[in-house]
Nanobody, 120 residues
Framework: QVQPVESGGGLVQAGGSLRLSCTNS????????MGWYRQPPGKRRELVAG???????NYADSVKGRFTISRDNAKNTVYLQMNSLKPEDTAVYYC??????????????WGQGTQVTVSS
């Protein structure tokens, strides 16, 4: 079973940047996409960005133009470059896998996540 390990979070001032990484242990099916999800304090977990096995991407409206998702299939790793961070980006960030283009239907195990805190 695929088990993700997220890293790269931290405390940053508004306008700053962070790069998150998620490495998955275990084999990822060839038609699986990988996505980043976040859970702000007191709110539900939501999709941030996803990338399919073919390289198609999907972003939440709130992060378009600021965040970029990429993946390294050889390393079973997905990245999230976050620029122009805002206080509302504060959340625990998780990665997971999804089938096809079902970005909002992750089905794998959830890891510990990585905390991102943006100060104003």
């Amino acid at each position: 079973q695929v088990q993700p390990v997220e890293s790269g979070g931290g405390l940053v001032q508004a306008g700053g940047s962070l790069r998150l990484s998620c490495t998955n242990s275990g084999r990822i099916a060839s038609n699986n996409g990988m996505g980043w999800y976040r859970q702000p304090p007191g709110k539900r977990r939501e999709l941030v960005a996803g990338i399919t096995s073919g390289g198609s991407t999907n972003y939440a409206d709130s992060v378009k133009g600021r965040f970029t998702i990429s993946r390294d299939n050889a390393k079973n790793t997905v990245y999230l470059q976050m620029n122009s961070l805002k206080p509302e980006d504060t959340a625990v960030y998780y990665c997971n896998v999804f089938r096809g283009a079902s970005y909002v239907l992750p089905y794998g195990s959830w890891g510990q996540g990585t905390q991102v805190t943006v100060s104003s």
